[in-house]
């Protein structure tokens, strides 16, 4: 069973940045798929960002892309979320997840991934 820890949201202004990290319990962490989702209050869960298990393929949203940005440092066993340019629409709470399923395809859909973070508030105030 693989543990998922967000942490790194807050209360941030209009045009700041904001680094979320996800930390992941398991030793076999190279061979996950992660990716980040947000939920807006009221809203389903949508996709943001996600990256392979090699660590080059990636994927971003186009509402953030080149605004954020997703890596992961397998020897920590950690994923991070760049936040920059922040804007009131990104208020959200911002979740991590990890599959090891092979469902790259899919990857915008929040049942293609197995395991899931607790959450963690990201707030842009204007």
């Known amino acids: 069973q693989l543990r998922l820890v967000e942490s790194g949201g807050g209360l941030v202004q209009v045009g700041d940045s904001l680094r979320l990290s996800c930390a992941a319990s398991?030793?076999?962490?190279?061979?996950?798929?992660f990716a980040w989702f947000r939920q807006r209050l009221g809203e389903e869960r949508e996709f943001v960002a996600a990256?392979?298990?090699?660590?080059?393929?990636?994927d971003v949203a186009d509402p953030v892309k080149g605004r954020f940005t997703i890596s992961r440092d397998d020897r920590r066993h950690s994923v991070a979320l760049q936040m920059n340019s922040l804007k009131p629409e990104d208020t959200a709470v911002y979740y991590c997840a990890a599959s090891t399923s092979g469902s790259w395809s899919a990857r915008a859909r929040a049942r293609s991934w197995e395991y899931w973070g607790q959450g963690t508030q990201v707030t842009v105030s204007s």
């Open positions: 398991t030793h076999t962490f190279s061979s996950y798929d």
């Open positions: 990256i392979r298990w090699e660590g080059t393929t990636r």
